[in-house]
């Protein structure tokens, strides 16, 4: 951490980029390819898919850097983020809308799998306006949380 603290620029960028691996760009790039092939989309489909994969991608990195800025706070977390990680995953990959009320508050909120999985494809089949604007507005929601927290947690530990 002290190594991106000393640079002129904000670490967050620097320490997010750090961690990518040329194995995702084949994920990058199957992606679309899967659209096609297997989920039957077309041409026409393809700037909604990409903005909706931009807007999920967000929300996920951002619940990700709340979820690896817990160390500042928790001094012994050990695996918890990474578990976390993996509860993200695992919920997002089961069927939402069979889910109670209540487990859906969390899979919209503290472990934003609904926004991650649930709601795009959901306004890849069926485009709503409201669904889209909450979508756009939970991206912007959860990237101002996991940089406000991500800030704070830099200067407790430039602090500590």
């Known amino acids: 951490m002290d190594a991106f603290l000393v640079r002129p620029r904000h670490p967050l960028p620097a320490l997010l980029f750090s961690r990518s691996q040329a194995s995702g760009l084949g994920d990058i790039v199957s992606g679309p390819f899967y659209w096609f092939a297997f989920g039957g989309a077309s041409l026409s489909d393809l700037p909604l898919l990409m903005v909706l994969t931009l807007l999920a991608s967000c929300i996920f990195v951002s619940s990700l850097i709340v979820f690896y800025s817990l160390p500042f706070w928790i001094s012994r977390s050990g ?3 990474d578990q976390l990680f993996e509860v993200t995953i695992i919920a997002s990959t089961i ?4 889910q109670p009320w209540g487990i859906k508050l969390v899979l919209f909120t503290l ?11 959901s306004l ?3 485009f709503d306006p409201l669904g889209f604007a909450a979508l756009v507005g939970a991206a912007g929601v959860y990237a101002l949380i996991a940089r ?12 500590a």
């Not at 069927?95 to 069979?98: D, E, G, T």
């Not at 472990?111 to 494809?121: D, H, R, W, Y």
């Open 79 to 81: 695996r918890f983020p």
């Open 148 to 159: 406000a927290v991500f800030n704070a947690g830099v200067r407790r530990y430039i602090r």
């Open 95 to 98: 069927p939402q809308h069979v």
């Open 124 to 126: 890849a089949h069926h």
């Open 111 to 121: 472990i934003p799998a609904g926004f991650i999985s649930l709601l795009p494809a």
